[in-house]
């Protein structure tokens, strides 16, 4: 992780200069973040079998419907706070829908890229992070 760190602090700048060279500008932070996020799944892919990524995602994403009842209802209270935020925006803004539809067009265009980080996000955290813990406070154990 360290290294991760290390490499994306020195190739953030470049990656940088090679955006805005291309025309594109994004803030600083951002293109750290991703860089970093780069650098980080390099190593993983680098040191996959030393770290025996392939068993800790089978394990991770064994039982995919094991917790249906809990991601329905995380689902549901998100559509509930999307809605209230919809119609305090609607409230703010001139009282009717026209600010906000623009805004359901944007949400959708990022919904296959939204799927995509959640499913990242849950195979690193639930698979990789989680059971590496517990491979490491099980042999603590024994």
Known sequence: MIAGLIA?????????????????????PRIFDRTMMATLLIALLLLARRLDLGGLLREG??????????FALGLALSLV????????A??????????????????LKYTAATILIGVIEEAFFRAFLLAGIRSITDGARR
């Open 81 to 88: 706070v999307i809605a209230i935020l919809f119609a305090l």
């Open 61 to 70: 994403f064994a039982r995919p419907l094991a917790h249906r009842r809990e």
């Open 8 to 28: 994306a602090a020195i190739l953030s700048p470049f990656v940088a200069w090679g955006l805005a060279a291309a025309g594109w500008h994004f803030p600083f």
């Open 90 to 107: 609607t409230v703010a803004g001139c009282g009717h829908l026209r600010p906000v539809l623009p805004l359901i067009g944007r949400a």
